[in-house]
């Protein structure tokens, strides 16, 4: 079943100069993009910083409105609406319910100055899940075992936490509604390794357990790879590839893709190969991007054609989209 | 591996502690290590291991108090511990220079880029503003940045963070010191700049044959650029190698672990090796072997004794502080 969709969606942040605070240019931070979640699968989205993948995250929560485009909110009845817009009084409380976040730095989206029992019984109570204050306490201790932190925890503050242990906290915190989508902004960037692939472990365990959803956005190939069932990867506000999980590794076919997997460290000293890395350049600015394809000015295999027009995505088999124009017409 | 050993920074029973308010914090406790010439070293370890602090130490940029800083550091047949500030500074910015991690924040943002090399040049070296200026529009051009004359009068916001970090590696070098460290210098940036900046870094400790300690928690990248590796834990030097062996046999358990959380495709579908537990806060060390609670091997002897450097008879050139070691061989 469908959770959420988007069309076309886009989203420009205005620039604002001078006396008047005109509007005097737009960082276009997404530009078209569609994108379909459904229960129990997950979406990886990968990308450089600057591609627009957690504005991507924050509008499809609706922490920002989007410019154009259509999001449509499937609710656990079946019943789809239109969100685009303001989510209006009725809708508001089911879709915030249903769709809840993880931030990339536990450090910043934990409240300093909650316990650990407020921060995950918040959105219990406005939610009002729960009955009573009981049922609540120990539902709080239920959720604490649940991401592996012992409930004993429950009285201390933030700080006294470790990064690994606070992102736990925050997976508490969002799972406790029992979202059926839940969108994870680099949940373990901010983590050492080690620590790391508990988080992504506990992440999936959940999603097991409840058919949750995941949008798991993150910079690193390999995790989104373990992660996802379908990936998409993004660049300047644009996806320039979407596909199923491994037929993205096994054959990238956008160059930017190509470039993308190159550049990631082999872990074998004996055959180092960042030096054979070509890419040149940096991505430019979503303020001033360039016309046709965002990638062409660092593109090792660009023609004419790429920088005039915008290649349109198109699907080379298998749900295997790429908007390239050397996939142009096959 | 290189042939010449000739050693240009020995470190001696470093140890670099702090007072605060909750006890004292030992960020860097008794570590040992030489930095051989024209090689790139690798320190490596999660947060809090004391790899930054180490850094800091040799620079001289530990503040006493609170920092208690005891044990040697000897550069060019020089005491670097106990220095006094105005003999430092004829070294670190010129025989020793640094790169941070991040360089949004490591540049003035009040002046140009080109104000803040020149500002190095002044300091050290007896050229002329105009010779400087040359000097450094030639070693911007040398990493490959775009335009360098119209660089040069930019402020640090109107470039992005991989531009400054190769800037910042630019500044480090323009003095020709005999060691850089380089802090975390790619950790903030994208995996395709980082792979530009870690081409550089190669291809200028090639032409001019100085020396790298590189301190990074990012064991990919240490495979492409190190020629030897140190393992941090909490303090400590666990493990040294070449890094070649060390990536093919890891020796200590917490290597292992590292080596192993790596995020690889075959795992899909299963669940990640991991290592369990959290890293121990410096103020609450463990006794005895500080990796013994999370170590799947730990054995009584290792919650009671720490263990010192062991050098397995068969593996010339490593060590490994870890009990499994003890008598030449794992048992």
């Known amino acids: 079943m469908k959770i959420l969709s988007a069309r076309r969606l886009k989203k420009y942040f205005p620039i604002r100069s001078g006396v008047f605070l005109q509007v005097s240019a737009y960082v276009r931070a997404l530009k078209a993009v569609d994108i379909d979640v459904e229960e129990g699968a997950t979406i990886g989205i990968v990308g450089e910083s600057g591609c627009g993948k957690s504005t991507l995250g924050r509008t499809l929560v609706k922490i920002h409105e989007p410019t154009e485009g259509k999001i449509t909110y499937c609710d ?76 004993e925890y429950a009285a201390r503050y933030p700080h006294e936490f470790s990064g690994g242990q606070r992102q736990r906290i925050a997976i508490a915190r969002s799972i406790s509604v029992r979202p059926r989508l839940l969108i994870c902004d680099e949940p373990t960037s901010a983590l050492d390794v080690s620590v790391q692939s508990q988080v992504i472990n506990l992440l999936k365990d959940i999603q097991r357990e409840t058919n949750m959803a995941l949008v798991f956005i993150s910079h690193n190939l390999d995790v989104v790879h373990h992660m996802s069932d379908r990936i998409m ?14 037929a993205l590794f096994d054959a990238p076919m956008h160059p930017y893709t190509q470039a993308l997997m190159s550049a990631v460290p082999s872990w074998d000293p004996r055959n180092r190969k960042l030096g054979a890395v070509k890419l040149e350049g940096e991505p430019p600015s979503p303020i001033n991007p360039p016309p046709g394809c965002p990638f062409h000015p660092r593109c090792p295999r660009r023609m004419d054609v790429c920088e005039k027009t915008m290649p349109e995505a198109v699907d080379i088999g298998g749900g295997h989209m790429v908007a390239c124009h050397l996939f142009a017409g096959s | 591996m290189r042939e010449s050993c000739e050693s240009v920074l020995t470190v001696r029973n470093l140890k670099t502690y702090f007072r605060t308010p909750e006890g004292i914090v030992k960020a860097v406790d008794d570590i040992s290590f030489e930095l051989n010439k024209g090689e790139v070293l690798a320190l490596v370890g999660e947060s809090g291991c004391g790899k930054s602090v180490t850094a800091s130490s040799i620079l001289g940029l530990v503040k006493a108090p609170p920092a208690m800083v005891e044990g040697s550091i000897r550069f060019r047949g020089r005491e670097l511990v106990g220095m006094a500030a105005k003999d430092y500074r004829t070294i670190r910015g010129k025989q020793i220079s640094m790169i941070f991690q991040e360089p949004m924040s490591a540049f003035d943002p009040l002046y140009t880029v080109g104000y803040q090399l020149l500002e190095v040049a002044r300091a050290h070296m007896p050229w002329s503003d105009g010779e400087a200026k040359e000097k450094i529009i030639d070693s911007l051009r040398s990493i490959h940045i775009p335009e360098p004359e119209k660089r040069y009068g930019e ?49 200028l400790q090639r032409d001019y044959s100085g020396s790298i300690i590189f301190i990074t928690h990012d064991l990919g990248t240490v495979a492409e650029i190190a020629h030897r590796v140190h393992v941090m834990y909490a303090g400590k030097i666990v493990e040294k190698g070449p890094v070649v062996e060390l990536f093919e046999e890891p020796l200590h358990p917490y290597t292992l672990g590292l080596l192993t959380s790596r995020v690889k495709r075959e795992y899909k579908g299963q669940d990640l090796p991991f290592i369990e537990g959290y890293v121990p806060r410096p103020n609450e060390l463990p006794d005895g072997c500080r990796f013994h609670p999370r170590c799947p091997r730990a054995m009584e002897r290792c919650r009671r004794e720490q263990p010192p450097d062991f050098e397995p008879a068969s593996m010339p050139g490593r060590t490994v502080a870890c009990w499994l070691w003890e008598g030449g061989d794992a048992e």
Do not use: C, W
């Not at chain 1, 300093?112 to 921060?119: C, E, L, S």
């Not at chain 1, 990867?233 to 491994?246: F, H, I, N, Q, R």
């Not at chain 2, 970090?165 to 980082?194: F, G, K, N, W, Y």
């Open chain 2, 155 to 203: 402020y640090p916001h109107e470039m992005s963070g991989g531009m400054l970090q190769r800037i910042m590696i630019a500044m480090a070098l323009i003095t020709s010191p005999e060691i850089i460290i380089a802090d975390e210098p790619t950790t903030a940036l994208d995996v395709t700049i980082q792979a530009q900046v870690l081409n550089i870094m190669q291809d």
């Open chain 1, 233 to 246: 990867v993004m660049y300047l506000g644009s996806v320039v590839e979407s596909a199923p999980s491994d």
């Open chain 1, 76 to 151: 656990p009845t079946g019943q789809e609406h239109d969100v685009s817009r303001s989510l209006g009084r009725n809708l508001a409380p089911t879709f915030r319910k249903d769709i809840q976040m993880i931030f990339q730095n536990p450090y910043d989206s934990l409240d300093p100055r909650m316990t650990i029992r407020d921060t995950v019984r918040e959105p219990i109570i406005t939610h009002r899940l729960l009955p009573d204050a009981g049922a609540v306490d120990s539902y709080v201790a239920e959720l604490l075992t649940k991401v592996g932190l012992y409930p």
